[in-house]
């Protein structure tokens, strides 16, 4: 068995390619089509001012916006831009006032103008206080407008804002699903094509040589069933660790229990890799059964979108037999809906029972048919 493991080991040191690929291309796929930093880009809208408007209160509220991102133009440049159209509209800042240059008359210049409006009836407020208060130097009005601030996160009145979403609604975060679904998707191919050496040396009478020796069978196929999870789990590690360290995705403080709940999924896969080694004959019936499957299993699956839109019950009655199905549950109810572990550990237990079904079914498969 340590043979087997020692050559399977320095095969993919020697030759890793496979591997990089479907890793390289489940981590490009992600960022191109799914995931960007917060999952869409402020809307940048010119502004123009004086330099004291822009080191004043009103500029810093500016900076601060997380809607739009206000960038600082010359007057003239900012006509110019707005009259290209390369932006909705452009404002020019003054301590008393402001002034909208609009191309053209849409509801997002409507909201630019509420959040400009809504900066100066806060500079109005603040204004108001200081009067109120007759401050006559800089420090005293710094430490009256950080009382009125403190006060005003902390007000005597607590509001609450509820909505009309039920127990039945879901939430969805696009990139999110985009590294869940490209990642469960392409380590199917990695496993696979891991899988596949077994269904080779059968052909080639390399499997019938290795039960002549002393090695016993279950370790033949224990070995390739340790070294096909250990470069799909690797595979899996990577992925979310180059989201986690590298582009800064938090996962809602679940990437230790992301990585617990990919055993199952990894496992499952396998399981499915040898199951479907099993009933193929050669290698061109692999090539062709693999793509179509994987591909099927991530669109029913719902890797390539949320099952919620989908309204076909035939559809949804497949989604409950794939594997892909259960692994996209689990990590959206630990990452987006934070549920109990008892919620995340209903999937997880299906994985497991799937993997063993699909295990227990192909090695019997692979003993009862000669290739």
Known sequence: ????????????????????????????????????????????VPVAGAEEVRTGSIGKALEENEVYHFKWQEETDLKEIVRLGEAEAGIIIEETGYEMFIRVETPNVQLIEQTIANIYTEKIRENQVLELFQSETAAEE?????????????????????????????????????????TLFFVIYTIGYNVLPILIEKKEGIWDRMILSPLKKWEIYLANLVYSFFEGYL????????????????????????????????????SLGIFVTALVKNIQQ?????????????????AFWPLEIVQSDILLALAKLNPLTYGMEALNNLVLYNLPFEEILMPVS??????????????????KIHI
Do not use: C
């Not at 403190?150 to 590294?179: K, V, Y």
């Not at 299906?350 to 692979?366: A, Q």
């Open 1 to 44: 068995m340590r043979g087997i493991l020692l050559a399977k080991f320095t095969t993919f040191i020697r030759k890793p390619w496979v591997f990089v690929l479907f890793t390289v291309m489940s981590i490009g796929f992600t960022l191109i089509i799914g995931y960007t930093e917060g999952n869409e880009d402020k809307i940048t």
């Open 235 to 270: 595979q899996i590690i990577i992925i979310f660790s180059v989201f986690h360290y590298l582009v800064g995705v938090d996962f809602q403080g679940g990437f230790a229990g992301i990585l617990l709940i990919m055993l199952a999924y990894t496992f499952t896969i396998v």
């Open 286 to 302: 692999f090539n062709a059964v693999l793509p179509i499957l994987s591909v099927s299993m991530a669109m029913i699956g719902g």
């Open 142 to 182: 710094e430490a009256i407008l950080t009382a009125y601030h403190e006060s005003m996160d902390q007000p005597i009145f607590e509001i609450t804002n509820d909505n009309f979403r039920n127990a039945d609604s879901s939430q969805f975060d696009e990139g999110l699903h985009a590294i869940f679904g490209f």
């Open 350 to 367: 299906i994985l497991i029972l799937m993997g063993v079904i699909f295990m227990g079914v192909g090695i019997h498969l692979m003993e």
